[in-house]
C-alpha cells in the first residue's frame, strides 16, 4: 500500500463524555466489531472504579490501565481506526484536554435522561477552540430520558453546536422501538442485548410507506412521520464539509449497552470522519502527505513500578512515515535521538513497530527527555501548536515537608510537571510554588506519586485564587506598568511565561478593565479561546 493511501486508510479520534454516559461501553462495543477484543466486559473490567478516589492502590491501577487503554487500534470497513482514550473520571486532568489536540475528531456521548452535563461542556470547548468535527451519540435510549428535539436544543445552547439529525429515536424507554436512519434511510428495530441482525433493518425509502405502520404501529409511524417533518424544517441538511469544518454536529441515538446504533454510528463514523489532518505549527502548516517525518508528544506515562523510572511518550504523527532506528530532531533539546523499541497499540496488545504513518500513535521508551508538546522532525526546525497548557481550576501553595529531600522534592515535581500532572507556577514576589490542577484528585495523586518515587514529601497550603491568565502586551510600556502594579499577582510557569493569578472572576475583569495594553489567555498559547 503506498503512502497516501496509508494516510487515507487512517481515522484518529477520541471519545468524550460525562462520567457514567457510556463511553466506555461504546469505546467496548466499537473494539469488538473491530475485532479488537473478543468478549464483552474486556474494557470494561478494567474500568477505574468510582469512589475510590482516596485508596492510592487505585490511583496506581488506574495508571496501569490508563497506559493500556490510551490508545486503542483496530482496522474496520478498510480503515484503520485508533481511539485515544480521553480519561473522563471523576476528577479528570488536563491530561484529557491534551489528548483532543492529537485527535482528528471526537465523538460525544451524552446520556438521553441527564442530557448535556458539565465535563462534556468543557470538552467540547476544547474541541470547538480547534474546530475539531464532532459527531453526538445520545445513549441510553432503552431508559427513559429527556424529548429528543429538548436535547438537541440542549446541545446547541450548551454545547452552541449546530446539529443535524441523522437518526431518529421511535419511543424510548419502555416504548423503545427502535430507530429511523435518515442518512441510510432504514428503520433499524430494537431488540435487547445486542441481538441485532440484518433483517433488523428495514430499507424505508419514503416515510409514508405503509410498511412503517406495519412495522411499529399506526401511533408511531403517525409520530415519527411527523418529527421527521420538523426536523426537516428546523434543522439543516447534513452536509460533510460543512462537518469536517465543525461547524455541523450529525446526531445518532441508540444504546450502547445493547450494541444497539452503534453499528450505524461506527458506518457512518468511516464515511464521514476526517483522515488525519494539516496542522499547524510555529512555522507554516504541515501537511500529512509531507514525505518527512514530524510528530509531537501529547502525553506521557511514568512507569507504574516506581524502580524503573522510564517512561512512554505518546507521539502523534503528523506527517511522512516514522521509522524505527532512524535519527530525528529533538527539537527543544537540538539533538537527534533514535528509538530502537517504538510500540504500537493495535488490537490493545503493544508491539514493537518499524513504522507508523501520519495519525498513528506511536509509544516511545523515554529516560527524561521528553516533556508534553516536544516535537520531533528529520532535522526542519517546528514546533507544532495547539498543546497548550490550559488554566487550571484548582489551586494549593506546595510546600516542602521533610528539609533533607528538597533536592528529589525538586526533581520529583519537575518530573510530574513534564508529564502533565499539572501545572507550576513560581510567584514572582517570594517564590513560592503554586500547583494547580484540573481536578483535586490530583493533588493527592502527586502527593502520593513523590513520596513513592522519589521519596520526598510535600505539604498544601489552600490559596485563594479563580484562575491563572497568561498574558500579553501591546507594548513594553504596557508590560513595565501592569509587572509593577500588579506583581504581587504575577507568576511565571514552567516555561518561563508570565502569568496572572486572579483571586476573583470579578477581580480579573476589574484588572482588565483598568489595563488597556494588557490581554490575558485562557492557555498558554496566547489564542483567546472562550473562557474554559
Ligand atoms: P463511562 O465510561 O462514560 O463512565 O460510562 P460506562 O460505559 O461505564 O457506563 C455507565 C453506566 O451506564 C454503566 O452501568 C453501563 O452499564 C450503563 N450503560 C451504558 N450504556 C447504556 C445503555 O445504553 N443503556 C443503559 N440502560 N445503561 C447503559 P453501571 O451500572 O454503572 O455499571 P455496570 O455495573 O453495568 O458495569
Redesign the pocket.
Known amino acids: 500500500m503506498g503512502f497516501k493511501e496509508e494516510i487515507n486508510k487512517r481515522r484518529t479520534f477520541g471519545i468524550v463524555?460525562h462520567?457514567?454516559?457510556?463511553?466506555?461501553?461504546l469505546t467496548e462495543k466499537l473494539l469488538l466489531f473491530g475485532g479488537a477484543i473478543q468478549i464483552a466486559g474486556a474494557v470494561?473490567s478494567n474500568?477505574i472504579k468510582r469512589g475510590a478516589t482516596s485508596d492510592f492502590m487505585e490511583i496506581e491501577r488506574q495508571r496501569g490501565i490508563s497506559v493500556a487503554t490510551s490508545v486503542m487500534a483496530f482496522e474496520y470497513g478498510g480503515k484503520k481506526i485508533n481511539i485515544l482514550d480521553t480519561p473522563?473520571h471523576k476528577d479528570f486532568a488536563e491530561d484529557t484536554y491534551r489528548t483532543l489536540t492529537a485527535v482528528d475528531s471526537v465523538i460525544v456521548?451524552i446520556d438521553v435522561a441527564k442530557g448535556v452535563e458539565e465535563q462534556t461542556e468543557k470538552l467540547v470547548k476544547v474541541c470547538k477552540m480547534r474546530k475539531t468535527p464532532i459527531i453526538v451519540f445520545i445513549?441510553?435510549l432503552?431508559?427513559e430520558g429527556k424529548d429528543g428535539f429538548d436535547l438537541l436544543d440542549e446541545i446547541e445552547t450548551k454545547l452552541g453546536l449546530s446539529v443535524c439529525p441523522l437518526s431518529w429515536p421511535i419511543g424510548m424507554g419502555q416504548r423503545f422501538q427502535g430507530v429511523y436512519n435518515m442518512f441510510e434511510k432504514h428503520l433499524n428495530l430494537f431488540s435487547p442485548h445486542g441481538k441485532q441482525s440484518t433483517e433488523d433493518l428495514t430499507r424505508i425509502e419514503d416515510l409514508s410507506d405503509p410498511m412503517l405502520d406495519e412495522k411499529v404501529g399506526a401511533a408511531a409511524a403517525k409520530e415519527l412521520r411527523e418529527e421527521t417533518t420538523m426536523i426537516k424544517e428546523i434543522y439543516p441538511e447534513f452536509d460533510r464539509e460543512y462537518y469536517l469544518e465543525g461547524m455541523i454536529s450529525p446526531v445518532f441515538f441508540g444504546?450502547?449497552?445493547?450494541n444497539f446504533g452503534v453499528k450505524e454510528l461506527l458506518d457512518c463514523f468511516v464515511k464521514i470522519a476526517p483522515s488525519p489532518l494539516p496542522r499547524e505549527t510555529d512555522e507554516r502548516i504541515v501537511h500529512p502527505d509531507e514525505p518527512d517525518f514530524s510528530g509531537f508528544v501529547f502525553k506521557i506515562h511514568a512507569n507504574i513500578d516506581p524502580k524503573h523510572r522510564d517512561r512512554i511518550a505518546f507521539l502523534r504523527i503528523c506527517s511522512g512515515t516514522f521509522e524505527r532506528n532512524t535519527n530525528y530532531q529533538h527539537i527543544r533539546l537540538g539533538r537527534k535521538l533514535k528509538f530502537s523499541n517504538p510500540t504500537s497499540f493495535m488490537a490493545a496488545r503493544k508491539e514493537v513497530i518499524d513504522e507508523a504513518y501520519p495519525g498513528d500513535i506511536v509509544g516511545l521508551y523515554d529516560t527524561g527527555n521528553f516533556k508534553i508538546g516536544d516535537t520531533l522532525t528529520e532535522g526542519e526546525i517546528l514546533e507544532f501548536k495547539g498543546i497548550p497548557s490550559f488554566s487550571p481550576e484548582q489551586f494549593r501553595f506546595v510546600n516542602n515537608a521533610d528539609p533533607m529531600k528538597s533536592k528529589q522534592l525538586e526533581k520529583g515535581i519537575k518530573q510530574l510537571m513534564d508529564e502533565g500532572v499539572a501545572q507550576l507556577f513560581i510567584k514572582e514576589d517570594n517564590g513560592r510554588k503554586i500547583i494547580g490542577t484540573v481536578g483535586a484528585l490530583q493533588f493527592e495523586v502527586i502527593q502520593y506519586r513523590l513520596k513513592h518515587e522519589y521519596g520526598a514529601s510535600c505539604s498544601y497550603e489552600p490559596v485563594r485564587l479563580h484562575k491563572a491568565c497568561w498574558v500579553g502586551f501591546d507594548s513594553d510600556q504596557a508590560r513595565k506598568e501592569f509587572v509593577s502594579r500588579r506583581k504581587k499577582d504575577l507568576a511565571l510557569d514552567k516555561d518561563g511565561q508570565l502569568v496572572y493569578l486572579a483571586e476573583t472572576a470579578w477581580g480579573l475583569k476589574t484588572v482588565q478593565e483598568s489595563h488597556e495594553g494588557v490581554q490575558f489567555f485562557y492557555t498558554s498559547e496566547k489564542k483567546r479561546p472562550e473562557a474554559l
Do not use: E, L
Open positions: 463524555s462520567p457514567d454516559a457510556g463511553k466506555t461501553t470494561k474500568k473522563g456521548v445513549n441510553k432503552d431508559r444504546s450502547a449497552i445493547n
